[in-house]
């Protein structure tokens, strides 16, 4: 009985064996197929990407050199150095593609913006939002009230010319 019970447990240790031996044989195959699999889709993530960026256009604010690069012809303009920031946001809401380069040799620098010669309609309508605000700021500031800080120094010049009395101290011995 004793030989029979050993002789079923080594058969059982011996199915047991092939089972595990095959099962980690398919686990493994199947680890393998997905890597497979996950390196072909990368490698199709990465064809993509290459494609959209060469396809892909920069928008609204751009260095020069991308600007150039789009061959439609550039044109230029001079702007303010008050208002750089207004035209921006009026170039973006009219999407127009613009580059601002800032000309340093000039004691208060100038600012040049490139534009696309294609934008050449909704740069025209930008510089008119433009410079409306420009006039309505400017009419602003002349009608504005001076700055308290004006108004302090100048009562401060008038403290400073007015006539000052000087004491005397006089000190007197009395004997």
Known sequence: MNEEVASKTVHLAIKVGKVTVRTLYSGLKKFVDECKKEMEKQDAKRDQKKESKQEKTVRGKQSVKQLVGQGQGVSSLEVGDSGIRDFKRIANKYGVDFAIVKDKTED????????????????????????????????????????????????????????????????????
């Not at 930008?126 to 120094?153: D, G």
């Not at 004491?167 to 011995?173: A, G, I, Y």
């Open 108 to 175: 208060p620098p100038r600012y040049v913006v490139f534009f696309k010669a294609k934008d050449v309609d909704a740069i025209t309508q930008v510089l008119k939002e433009y410079s409306a605000m420009q006039m309505k700021r400017k009419q602003k500031a002349e009608k504005q009230k001076p700055s308290i800080l004006e108004k302090l120094n100048l009562f401060k010049e008038k403290v400073k010319n007015t006539p000052r009395k000087d004491k005397e101290k006089r000190k007197e011995h009395e004997r």
